[in-house]
């Protein structure tokens, strides 16, 4: 079965820093786009950063300068690096991925289970 695991998160300090990673496992036949989401309580999910199978990066404009995505495509594995942390960061945050499972020949998106991520002094 495919699945998406997520590690890491937690609480920190404003200004301080964390890493989340998400691995991918199951049986896959490929993956393509994978990217970061978050909730905050009371408001809808956003997209945080996306990245492409070739590397190519996307950020939403509150996270640009201070967070990096990146992926290692040979470990199926996804990490947000989140530097100079704000308040206003704090929520849930999933993985997501497009993924083609060996069993059908369409892709899917995936997602994991969620990690908390509170940014408080």
């Known amino acids: 079965q495919v699945q998406l695991v997520q590690s890491g998160g937690g609480l920190v300090q404003p200004g301080g820093s964390l890493r989340l990673s998400c691995a991918a496992s199951?049986?896959?036949?490929?993956?393509?786009?994978m990217a970061w989401y978050r909730q905050a309580p009371g408001k809808q999910r956003e997209l945080v950063a996306a990245?492409?199978?070739?590397?190519?990066?996307n950020y939403a404009d509150p996270v640009k300068g201070r967070f990096t995505i990146s992926r290692d495509n040979a470990k199926n594995t996804v990490y947000l690096q989140m530097n100079s942390l704000k308040p206003e960061d704090t929520g849930v945050y999933y993985c997501?991925?497009?993924?083609?499972?060996?069993?059908?020949?369409?892709?899917?998106?995936?997602w994991g289970q969620g990690t908390q991520v509170t940014v408080s002094s």
């Open positions: 997501n991925a497009e993924i083609r499972p060996d069993w059908r020949p369409k892709q899917y998106d995936y």
């Open positions: 990245v492409t199978r070739g590397g190519s990066t």
């Open positions: 199951g049986s896959i036949f490929s993956i393509n786009d």
